[in-house]
């Protein structure tokens, strides 16, 4: 099976920077991906990672270590519409995506 | 493009009514569909894997008898909520991926608002 933790809240102001930590436990691993979710709508894809290393998309950046089992999402220069749920997902060998509970980011002014 | 849509957006039904839920991609061919639900305030919960012409994969624990799926085309999966009861109320959310996708990107539906009463 798969388990997967991340913080549950982070409140930062607007500008800041956010990371967000992901660990793991799994029985197959194929990749990393993470997924940004507002209030009653879809979860739009952020990013995947399934090398070790740094994948940066504009003011997001995503980071795996394999051997660590532990992953984090980077979000730079917080805007407002940053508000919302993050969830880390593992890929397994069928495609089949399993998402830890996600973590509620707060940006205030 | 990628674009994948449900219906209805929401539905509020009475105890022991079946409902159906529809999902399709607008712009692509999805070989493989996923449904998940969600509770408020919770992560998504992958219920079963939608293969197009070819019987539904369940997760453990989530009741095939209940939850009907198919995936008669390469553009639409159905899921059919059985004699439905209000701890079936939830958020069904659908996705599809992209054969051949290298970043294992899902598309996701905007999703179905189920409400029992």
């Known amino acids: 099976g798969q388990s997967l933790e991340q913080p549950s809240e982070v409140t930062a102001v607007e500008g800041a920077i956010v990371q967000i930590n992901c660990t793991y436990q799994?029985?197959?691993?194929?990749?990393l991906s993470w997924y940004q979710q507002h209030d009653g709508g879809a979860p739009t894809f952020l990013s995947y990672?399934?090398?070790?290393g740094l994948e940066e998309t504009g003011r997001f950046s995503s980071f795996l270590s394999r051997s660590d089992s532990y992953g984090y999402l980077l979000l730079q220069e917080l805007q407002m519409k940053d508000s919302a749920s993050y969830f880390c997902?593992?890929?397994?060998?069928?495609?089949?995506?399993?998402f830890g509970a996600g973590t509620t980011v707060t940006v205030r002014a | 493009g990628a674009v994948v849509s449900q219906h209805p957006s929401w539905v509020i039904c009475k105890s022991g009514t079946s409902v159906k839920i529809e999902c399709r991609s607008l712009?692509?061919?999805?070989?493989?569909m996923f449904w998940y639900r969600q509770f408020p305030k919770q992560s998504l919960m992958l219920m079963a894997t939608?293969?197009?012409?070819?019987?539904?994969?369940?997760e453990q624990g989530v009741e095939k008898d209940k939850f009907l799926i198919n995936h008669a085309s390469l553009t639409l999966s159905t899921l059919t909520v059985t004699s439905a009861h209000p701890e079936d109320s939830s958020f069904y959310i659908c996705?599809?991926?992209?054969?051949?996708?290298?970043?294992?990107?899902?598309?996701f539906g905007p999703g179905t608002r189920l409400t029992v009463l």
């Open positions: 996705s599809a991926r992209l054969a051949g996708d290298p970043y294992n990107e899902q598309f």
């Open positions: 799994t029985s197959g691993f194929y990749g």
């Open positions: 990672n399934a090398l070790d």
């Open positions: 997902a593992v890929r397994s060998n069928d495609y089949k995506l399993s």
């Open positions: 712009d692509f061919q999805a070989t493989t």
């Open positions: 939608s293969n197009e012409g070819s019987k539904a994969t369940y």
